[in-house]
């Protein structure tokens, strides 16, 4: 808990070890080169990343903030006003969506915390072993069947308030996951947590977004 | 010996689900900020980019404070006015001397009456010009008369007829015969100029008349005063000054001797 805090309130531009796992491929690669070509003063390339990844993020601060989209704009436009400013500091030694998305983490621990909301802090529902298998039961029951052909507005709400209710810790590494296209390895580096704990993290909300889709069937 | 399904499928399937409701994107104006920032940032140069958003921010602000800038400035305007224009018409009724007598209130009366439909005709403008002759005239007891003149000036100072007793009794009929003239050259001027001018000429007259009646009266005053004047000298036994006294109320009046006491009769028979 403390730690997890800890690790987001670290130093963003500071890339924390890196695993093999976290090993940069094509696009990674592509990613990095643009932001180094950004910080030469190419503006254009600052254009393709920020395009490239600027959904995730957005709605990284949305789902956080419960469709708060007035204060997912104002962190969306001070993480990326904050990538600008530290263009010049920026190494290709990490990943850039894993520096991206520690920035993003940190400012959305800062918003919690002069909101007076307890953020991750509180989230970190202890997994038993049944509780982990009850989830890896309900998903060996996929049996190659889509769960859905197209998700109607009314569905897709449902699905985005079932993710609301998951606790704070796995939404963030669902969001992570998903949105932010980040690892498991890569995940546990940002958030300072051992592999384990993401995957049981993940397990939990793709449980708890699973029994949602299935309920809209 | 069952097959265990990998949870990667299952998965797959919610994450496909989730990005299909997921799909917001920012607002056009947050990316328009932060690209803009990014521009900036990224070429020093580009300060025409910021001299251009202050500009706009100049030009808004202008655009939002202009109605209030006029009504301001409306206003400004109309206070301004508003203390000029009373002073002006302070000067035309300021009064040049101190309050006139009952007879020149009934003139002016008079005068306002004769030159009511000639206000419809007479530019406004014309009135300040008038008032400014006024005080002028007052300075210059002996500018001549104009046909705009008003009433004030020809009518000597009340502070003048009451000292008439005091004056000596041959410079008396002096300001009477001037006044005289001035009504005459008055008079002409009317002739000649608009019929709705000449009101102001006979109220000139009628001004001129009440003034030929204040004089005289003031000319009996002395009458007696030297008669007076006569009889103490003689019963001083002054007898030289006493004719020469008598001389001089002879010229102003012809029956001086009649108007003498019995007892001086004998002694003003002796008197050339």
């Known amino acids: 808990m403390d730690g997890t805090i800890a690790a987001a309130t670290g130093s963003p531009d500071t890339p924390r070890r890196m695993s093999p796992a976290e090993a940069p491929g094509e696009r990674a690669s592509d990613d990095a080169d643009l932001m180094l070509a950004y910080a030469r003063g190419d503006a254009r390339a600052f254009e393709s990343l920020y395009a490239r990844h600027k959904g995730g993020t957005y709605r990284y601060f949305l789902r956080h903030l419960k469709g708060h989209a007035a204060t997912a704009d104002e962190l969306h436009q001070d993480l990326w006003l904050k990538v600008v400013g530290a263009r010049s500091r920026y190494s290709a030694r990490a990943k850039f969506t894993t520096w991206l998305y520690t920035l993003a983490r940190n400012r959305l621990i800062d918003h919690w915390r002069s909101s007076g909301v307890a953020g991750f802090a509180s989230i970190d529902e202890p997994e038993t072993a049944s509780a982990v298998e009850v989830a890896s039961a309900h998903m060996r029951t996929g049996d190659g069947e889509p769960l859905f052909a197209a998700l109607s507005a009314e569905s897709g709400r449902r699905l985005r308030d079932a993710l609301q209710d998951v606790p704070a810790a796995q939404r963030d590494a669902f969001l992570l996951h998903v949105d932010g296209g980040l690892s498991l390895a890569e995940i546990a580096t940002l958030t300072d947590e051992a592999e384990e704990t993401i995957k049981s993290r993940l397990r939990y909300a793709y449980r708890k977004l699973r029994a949602t889709l299935e309920d809209l069937q | ?272």
């Open chain 2, 1 to 272: 010996m069952t097959t265990r399904t990998p949870p990667q499928a299952p998965d797959d399937e919610v994450r496909r689900a989730w990005r299909e409701v997921s799909n917001e994107q920012p607002p056009e104006r947050v990316d328009a900020a932060i690209l803009a920032a990014a521009r900036r940032a990224a070429d020093p140069g580009s300060s025409s980019v910021v001299r251009m958003d202050d500009h706009l921010r100049t030009r808004r602000w202008f655009q939002r404070w202009q109605p209030a800038l006029a009504a301001a400035g409306v206003c400004g305007l109309a206070f301004v006015l508003l203390q000029s224009l009373p002073r002006e018409s302070g000067i035309g009724t300021m009064p040049t001397r101190p309050s006139p007598p009952e007879q020149s209130k009934t003139t002016e009366a008079a005068a306002t009456e004769s030159r009511g439909p000639v206000d419809a005709q007479v530019p406004r403008s014309a009135e300040p010009q008038a008032a400014g002759n006024t005080m002028m005239e007052t300075t210059r007891p002996n500018a001549p008369a104009s046909p705009g003149r008003s009433m004030e000036a020809a009518v000597p100072p009340p502070a003048a007829s009451g000292d008439l007793s005091r004056m000596n009794p041959a410079e008396t009929p002096a300001p009477v015969a001037k006044a005289a003239s001035r009504a005459e050259d008055a008079e002409a001027s009317a002739r000649t100029i608009a019929p709705a001018a000449r009101g102001r000429a006979e109220a000139d007259r009628s001004a001129l008349g009440a003034m030929n009646e204040s004089p005289g009266s003031a000319a009996a005053d002395s009458v007696e005063v030297q008669i007076a004047r006569i009889a103490d000298l003689c019963d001083r036994g002054d007898r030289d000054g006493a004719a020469a006294e008598l001389r001089r109320l002879r010229k102003q009046s012809e029956h001086a001797d009649e108007l003498l006491p019995e007892r001086l009769r004998a002694w003003a028979r002796t008197v050339e």
